[in-house]
Antibody, heavy 120, light 109 residues
Framework: EVQLVGSGGGLIQPGGSLRLSCAAS????????MTWVRQAPGKGLEWISS????????DYADSVRGRFTISRDNAQKSVYLQMNSLRAEDTALYYC?????????????WGQGTLVTVSS | QSALTQPASVSGSPGQSITISCTGA?????????VSWYQQHPGKAPKLMIY???NRPSGISNRFSGSKSGNTASLTISGLQAEDEADYYC?????????FGGGTKLTVL
């Protein structure tokens, strides 16, 4: 069974840093792109960042470029999101999800989400 | 890129059919086969319902179908059931980034 378990969220002051983790199991982790999607309270989904299986290809949404860094450790079957210079508008539930060419580049499995609250 | 445009809400009675539209541009929906739809119940993670415009993942009811014409993709749910009440999001994939619609709240009357 495919499982994605996110962790690392919490309450952080503006300007602070936080590192999210997503642990994967039930599939060959290195064969999948991994993606972070966030959802602000009461709002819709927003793509944040993605990383290829080899880590060679990475991209970010303009809203987080230069502040967030995505990385992965295929041996640990985990993907990470380092978030720096956090702002109030970064407050959201952060989901990790997987995708591949085989699934038509859809996000076919999602984690349960980890909540990040940026507030003083 | 701007978010894809979806109606904020749609509603239907049990047994009826409804369609949710998702309008983008020629640079995303109009030029991509990688359009997908997600269902999200309150407090839950999104769930993939349709991928590559019209394909259903294993385990998804054939009451859910997808299509596309020009810059607009559509999700149709036939034989509405109470458990279909949820938020629905469309998405278009373009070169390692995903563009989402604003979401549509489906109410089953």
């Amino acid at each position: 069974e495919v499982q994605l378990v996110g962790s690392g969220g919490g309450l952080i002051q503006p300007g602070g840093s936080l590192r999210l983790s997503c642990a994967a199991s039930g599939f060959t982790f290195s064969e999948f792109y991994m993606t972070w999607v966030r959802q602000a309270p009461g709002k819709g989904l927003e793509w944040i960042s993605s990383i290829s299986g080899s880590s060679r290809t990475i991209d970010y949404a303009d809203s987080v470029r230069g502040r967030f860094t995505i990385s992965r450790d295929n041996a640990q079957k985990s993907v990470y999101l380092q978030m720096n210079s956090l702002r109030a508008e970064d407050t959201a539930l952060y989901y990790c999800a997987r995708s591949s060419y085989a699934s038509g580049w859809s996000l076919d499995s999602w984690g349960q989400g980890t909540l990040v609250t940026v507030s003083s | 890129q701007s978010a894809l445009t979806q109606p904020a809400s749609v509603s239907g009675s049990p047994g009826q059919s409804i369609t949710i539209s998702c309008t983008g541009a020629s640079s995303d929906v109009g030029n991509s086969i990688y359009v997908s739809w997600y269902q999200q119940h309150p407090g839950k993670a999104p769930k993939l319902m349709i991928y590559e415009v019209s394909n259903r993942p294993s385990g998804i009811s054939n009451r859910f179908s997808g299509s596309k014409s020009g810059n607009t993709a559509s999700l149709t749910i036939s034989g509405l059931q109470a458990e279909d009440e949820a938020d629905y999001y469309c998405s278009s994939y373009t070169s390692i980034s995903w563009l989402f619609g604003g979401g549509t709240k489906l109410t089953v009357l």
